[in-house]
């Protein structure tokens, strides 16, 4: 590839349940994603892709196989180390969005700032000049609740690019969003990406937005079956 390597995956294999039960999801993965870029991951919906990146930002662990992150092999962190390092060094926005019902939207797009240290009141500022670029400036003070699908996800975008992480792991970033929402939206992201040391990671079924693809993974039954710089001609589709 050429490029330094963001996260780097090494035989990953992810098997739920056990004995007549058992299913494995992930059969072996080999991928190396690249800094300084926006890849996304595709394939069809039960291909596996959600797994892996949540065994890359941590949140699962891996039945067998290694994963480099930044350079470091979080497959062998303690859990409370793996806690820390993605709170100081990854972004994630879930597809269901995971907002606290009881914080208003800022205060929800602040809380990495918080858990980093910050006092409130500097990362409410923080937060709220992000939903303002998300188009949130009228509702930023509402709760989850008073507020559309689009607009929570949205407030999780800010949330993941508040406290400006090295690396972006998004899942269906744009599902609940109008195309100039989501251009918008991804835009912010790439920002993210702009710099050698960073990058993106988006599982998505959205081709509106694939112009804004580096790299494109593609996924099948557990497996990456490709790999390829993204062109400009193929995103323009």
């Known amino acids: ?16 349940g056990s004995g007549s039960t058992k299913q494995r999801v992930l059969h072996g993965i080999d ?6 870029a926006t890849t996304f991951l595709v394939g069809p919906s039960g291909c596996g892709k959600t797994t892996l990146i949540s065994i890359i930002s941590g949140l699962l662990s891996a039945t ?13 962190m303690r859990k409370g180390a793996l806690v820390r390092f993605r ?48 188009g949130l400036e009228k509702n930023k003070w509402k709760y989850p609740n008073q507020l559309s699908g689009g607009q929570q996800q949205r407030v999780a975008i800010a949330r993941a690019l508040v406290h400006n992480p090295r690396i972006v792991i998004s899942d269906e970033p744009t599902a609940s969003l ?47 079956e490709s790999f390829r710089q993204n062109t400009p001609s193929e995103s323009s589709h």
């Open 1 to 16: 590839m050429g490029l330094p390597i963001a996260v780097e995956c090494e035989g990953v294999i992810k098997e739920f």
């Open 31 to 36: 991928w190396q994603v690249p800094l300084g």
């Open 64 to 76: 067998a196989g290694r994963v480099w992150v930044l350079g470091k092999e979080t497959t062998k």
């Open 87 to 134: 709170a100081d060094h990854l972004g994630f926005i879930f597809q269901q969005f995971n907002l606290l019902p009881s914080l208003t939207a800022v205060e929800n797009a602040a809380v990495p700032l918080v858990v980093q240290g910050s006092t409130l009141a500097s990362a409410k500022r923080q937060a709220s000049g992000l939903l303002d670029r998300l």
């Open 178 to 224: 109008d195309a100039e929402t989501g251009h918008e939206a991804m835009q912010l992201m790439r920002e993210v990406a702009s710099g050698p040391d960073r990058a993106v990671i988006v599982v998505t079924h959205d081709t509106r937005i694939f112009e804004f693809a580096d790299y494109l993974a593609t996924m099948f039954d557990g497996r990456i």
